[in-house]
C-alpha cells in the first residue's frame, strides 16, 4: 500500500531539488533553450510550477474529470499568476511556497479523499492519489529537463553533487 504521507514527502524531495536547479541556473540565461523547438529554462519551471498548482487546486476543489472539454479553462482557474518574466529568486519561491501549501491542504485530506476515482487527462481511471503520483512524475521528468541544461551549462545538479559527496565519504 502507498501511503499519502511518502508520496507527500517524496514531492517535498523532489520539489526542494527543482527549486535548487532554478536558483543555481546562470540568471541572466533563464530564457535559455539549447534549440529552437525546446521550451526555455524559464518556461519548463514555469511549466512545473503552473501544471502542478492547478492540478491539486483542481482535485482539492472536488474536479473528477481532467478529459472534459473546458479542463484548460478549469486548470487556468487554479494556476499561481506569477509573473512570466519572473526571475529566479521569484520563481524558485513560488515552486516552494506552492508546493508547501498545497501538501498541507493535501495532507489533510481524509483518507477517502484519496481513494475516490477521478478521469486522468489521458482517459484512465484512477485514485487522487494516483492522480498526485502522477503530478509529482510529471515534476520528475520536467526537473530532468533542468538538470540537462545545468549540464549544458557545465553546472551539476544538487542530486549529483550529493551522490558525489555521500561516496566521497565512504
Do not use: C, N
Not at 539549447?34 to 482539492?60: K, W
Not at 472536488?62 to 499561481?80: Q, S
Not at 494516483?130 to 538538470?147: D, Y
Amino acid at each position: 500500500m502507498v501511503r499519502v504521507e511518502h508520496v507527500l514527502d517524496s514531492w517535498k524531495t523532489v520539489r526542494q531539488d527543482t527549486a535548487a536547479a532554478v536558483e543555481e541556473f546562470p540568471a541572466g540565461d533563464l530564457d535559455y533553450r539549447p534549440t529552437p523547438e525546446l521550451m526555455t529554462f524559464r518556461e519548463i519551471a514555469r511549466h512545473i510550477l503552473d501544471a502542478s498548482h492547478a492540478l491539486t487546486g483542481m482535485l482539492l476543489a472536488g474536479d473528477e474529470d481532467f478529459t472534459a472539454p473546458d479542463f484548460r479553462e478549469r486548470l487556468k482557474r487554479h494556476m499561481r499568476g506569477l509573473d512570466a518574466g519572473a526571475g529566479a529568486p521569484e520563481l524558485a519561491a513560488a515552486l516552494r511556497d506552492s508546493l508547501e501549501e498545497r501538501t498541507k491542504r493535501l495532507a489533510a485530506q481524509p483518507a477517502e479523499f484519496f481513494s475516490h476515482i477521478v478521469t486522468r487527462f489521458d482517459g484512465q481511471k484512477v485514485t487522487r492519489l494516483e492522480m498526485v503520483q502522477t503530478i509529482k512524475e510529471h515534476e520528475l521528468t520536467h526537473r530532468a529537463q533542468l538538470f540537462m541544461y545545468l549540464r549544458l551549462k557545465g553546472m551539476v545538479p544538487a542530486t549529483t553533487r550529493r551522490r558525489l559527496a555521500k561516496q566521497a565519504g565512504k
